[in-house]
């Protein structure tokens, strides 16, 4: 049982972690698309619900980088991918 705890408790330490860290991304990302023209301003809303499906894909047991394909595309799948090998 202990044991079993500590190792619960060291994914939703990891997943928060990535969570954290998507969060992040996810922002510096949105503050340099906001320089453009055609910004969307309610694209940092979406990018973290979908930052939050990551995680929760990862915790279902899929890899980091088939998450960022399912959730992403484009550039910001690249950026995602670059940071995340």
Known sequence: MYVEGIFKSLKITLTMDLHVQLDHLLTQWDIKQSAKRYYNPFALGIYLRQA??????????????????EHFNDRLAAMLHKKFS
């Open 52 to 69: 939050e499906r990551i995680v929760e894909s990862v915790n279902q047991g899929a890899t980091i980088s088939a998450a960022i394909d």
